[in-house]
């Protein structure tokens, strides 16, 4: 009697593709969090990065929130509560990060001082509110 040999190899079954739900479907919201990225990077900041990529303030910004609602939206928060932590993360990200480009230009040492400065205490917030965002999670 021949011996039956098992093929190793299944057929595969597609995998349907997860829908998720937009982070932010409001527009209001939307355009609450261009304010809130506008106000922490700073108009003149907003400039010279849109000027580095080619493209306007208003796409850039555009472009910048999108990426944060896409971040939200792929953490997939549980409540409202988790998906504001985590907004607040990467605002405090973009936060830090700019005053450490502002600092990198400066040529006055008080100037370089002060920035740094701000740029430590950024990163002190940023990191206590991945320490909660983390523990909550």
Do not use: W
């Amino acid at each position: 009697m021949p011996k039956q040999t098992r093929s190793a190899s299944l057929p595969k079954e597609e995998a349907k593709p997860k829908t998720r739900k937009p982070a932010f479907s409001d527009p209001l919201q939307t355009l609450g969090l261009k304010a809130c990225v506008e106000a922490i990077i700073g108009s003149a900041e907003l400039r010279t990065l849109a000027a580095q990529f080619k493209i306007s303030e208003d796409e850039f910004l555009t472009d910048f929130v999108g990426g944060i609602t896409t971040f939200v939206a792929r953490m997939e928060p549980r409540d409202n509560l988790r998906r504001l932590a985590l907004v607040h993360l990467v605002l405090h990200h973009a936060r830090t990060i700019t005053l450490a480009r502002v600092a990198a230009v400066q040529f006055k040492p008080d100037a370089i001082k002060v920035l740094n400065d701000a740029c430590d205490g950024a990163s002190g917030s940023f990191r206590r509110l991945l320490d909660v965002y983390l523990s909550y999670r």
